[in-house]
Structure formats: structure tokens, C-alpha cells
């Protein structure tokens, strides 16, 4: 394959074979192939200089940052509702954390909550506005 686009003179001396058609109607097709040696300067119609065409890549790449909708992605699970995927558990999870991080969580006023303290190994519970300590067997 020749490849015109900014090169050298010297880049196009490669092996071919040149095969000219004439039809009745005086057209001639030239086509290229095997072996054979063609110099730049011998190509006819060629054009003087090689301008880049006008294209955008718009449609093909999204710019960085870009965030799709979830329309967008393809190939995702199904969606199960919550409720439902909670049931197919067979048990509740329950979030594990340390005593610094507990104390940090924001909890909504009038909601509840449990958690596992890890650095104390022992559950706790959101009640009013404090976390306290649930007395198991342990």
C-alpha cells in the first residue's frame, strides 16, 4: 500500500509492477502489483500537496470527565429492588466499624440504626441521640 501523505520523494521508490487497461471507450485503468521499482516524480494526477481533511472526533470519544446517564450503560445487571434483593440474603448485614468512625457517622434525627464496633467488639445502637451498647452473651 503507498502511503502519500508527508513524505519524501525517496520514501516512494517501492516494488511494483505497473498494469495498464485501455477500453474501447479510451479510459485507461492503471492498477499496481508484484515487483518492480515506480519513482515519485513518475506518478501522474497526483496532487501538489496532501491538505488534512476536516473531521471531528467528537462522535467517537467523550471528553475526560465525562460521565454517562445510566441509559448510556450497556451490559449492567438487572435491577432488583432492595427489599427483595434483602430477602434473597437469608440474613441482614451489618455494617462493621471502629469506635472512631461510629462516633463520626451522621445520624438523621427520629432514625435508628446498628452497627458492629469493631475496636470494642461489641454492637451498638442509635438511641436519641447517642450510641449505646447492646448486652449480648459475649
Known amino acids: 500500500m503507498l502511503q502519500m501523505g508527508g513524505c519524501q520523494d525517496h520514501d516512494f521508490k517501492v516494488p511494483i509492477t505497473v498494469i495498464s487497461i485501455q477500453y474501447p471507450d479510451g ?24 491538505p488534512p481533511s ?17 441509559a448510556e450503560i450497556t451490559s449492567k445487571p438487572p435491577e432488583i429492588d ?3 434483593a434483602i430477602l434473597t440474603l437469608g440474613y441482614l448485614p451489618i455494617p462493621s466499624k471502629t ?3 461510629i462516633n463520626a457517622l451522621v445520624v438523621p434525627s ?3 440504626g446498628l ?13 436519641g441521640l447517642v450510641w ?6 459475649r
Not at 55 to 65: E, F, M, R
Not at 115 to 126: H, S
Open 132 to 137: 449505646a451498647i447492646v448486652i449480648t452473651d
Open 99 to 101: 469506635t472512631a468512625e
Open 82 to 84: 432492595l427489599a427483595a
Open 27 to 50: 479510459t485507461i485503468q492503471t492498477t499496481a502489483q508484484g515487483t518492480g521499482i515506480v519513482d515519485w516524480a513518475s506518478v501522474t494526477n497526483k496532487p501538489l500537496t496532501f
Open 54 to 70: 476536516v473531521h471531528s472526533h467528537d462522535a467517537l470519544y467523550k471528553p475526560i470527565g465525562y460521565v454517562p446517564t445510566w
Open 110 to 112: 427520629g432514625m435508628a
Open 115 to 127: 452497627v458492629y464496633d469493631r475496636t470494642l467488639g461489641v454492637y451498638k445502637v442509635r438511641k
